[in-house]
């Protein structure tokens, strides 16, 4: 998951936001640099959406 998709995931926030938030201690380190920029795994973005922005978690079905 890229910084487009995270956006999105947070509700529309800017990339300027998301790189806020991946400077804080508590945000998933990234897997891996591609050449065009940080991506995360699924799960620890949507495990950090659940205790931080619990109105944004999708539901386990």
């Known amino acids: 998951m890229g910084v487009a998709e995270i956006r999105v995931r947070l509700g529309g926030v800017n990339r300027q936001r998301v790189d806020q938030l991946a400077l804080r201690p ?3 380190k990234p897997y891996d640099e591609l050449v065009r920029g940080r991506v995360w795994r699924i799960a620890d973005i949507e495990a950090w959406i659940r205790v931080h922005r ?3 978690a999708r539901r386990r079905d």
Do not use: F, K, S, T
């Open 54 to 56: 619990p109105a944004l």
């Open 26 to 28: 508590d945000w998933p």
